[in-house]
């Protein structure tokens, strides 16, 4: 099976930078994604990590480092338009491609 | 507009009852996944179809179902509602890119059972 675990809430201030930390179990890795949600809303694609390292697109980054089973969600400059929820997802094995999602962080950005 | 649609946006009905959830994929993808997120939960995988063919299943219940049709679009059918199955159900879709992992959501069914 696939776990994954990442905190429930993290609040931050605008204009600052804050990290959404990500830890996996699965049998079988395929990449690491990141989702962001506001309310109600779609989720939708933020990053996709299938190596090491670090993928930067605009404000936001992703790491990975599949040795620790570990990941990150790096957003920087935080907007108010910022505060939502955000998934990591493991990928599964085989050629279904299916996504296992994280619980997933609140981020709330206050003034 | 992700490309991807969900129909209808809102869905009350009673318990017992059976409803259809509609979902068009982006054009030119072939993979259509079901997903079922309660209040305050993550995302939840229900079943995913390829091409008109089941892919793979997840934590569907016996009282769901699901198919692909010719023209892609996929309709997820629930059953013997229950209270429980309140949910917003999203239907995505995938192309090769990203792995395969970077999936287009639709706006999802806001189900409300009563």
């Known amino acids: 099976g696939q776990s994954l675990e990442q905190p429930s809430e993290v609040t931050a201030v605008e204009g600052a930078i804050v990290q959404i930390n990500c830890t996996y179990q699965t049998s079988g890795f395929y990449g690491l994604s990141w989702y962001q949600q506001h309310d109600g809303g779609a989720p939708t694609f933020l990053s996709y990590?299938?190596?090491?390292g670090l993928e930067e697109t605009g404000r936001f980054s992703s790491f990975l480092s599949r040795s620790d089973s570990y990941g990150y969600l790096l957003l920087q400059e935080l907007q108010m338009k910022d505060s939502a929820s955000y998934f990591c997802?493991?990928?599964?094995?085989?050629?279904?491609?299916?996504?296992?999602f994280g619980s997933g962080t609140q981020l709330t950005v206050l003034p | 507009d992700s490309g991807v649609t969900q129909t209808p946006k809102h869905l009350i009905t009673a318990t017992g009852q059976r409803v259809t959830l509609r979902c068009s994929p982006r054009?030119?993808?072939?993979?259509v996944y079901w997903y079922q997120q309660s209040l305050d939960q993550g995302l939840q995988f229900l079943i995913q179809y390829y091409n008109g063919e089941e892919r793979a299943k997840g934590n569907i219940l016996e009282r769901f179902s699901a198919q692909q049709f010719p023209d892609l679009h996929s309709e997820l059918n629930l059953s013997s509602l229950e209270l429980g199955d309140s949910a917003l159900y999203f239907c995505?879709?995938?192309?090769?890119?990203?792995?395969?992992?970077?999936?287009?959501f639709g706006s999802g069914t806001r189900l409300t059972v009563v």
């Open positions: 990590n299938a190596l090491d």
């Open positions: 997802a493991v990928g599964s094995s085989g050629s279904a491609r299916q996504l296992t």
């Open positions: 054009s030119g993808d072939l993979s």
């Open positions: 995505a879709s995938s192309s090769a890119g990203q792995g395969g992992y970077g999936y287009t």
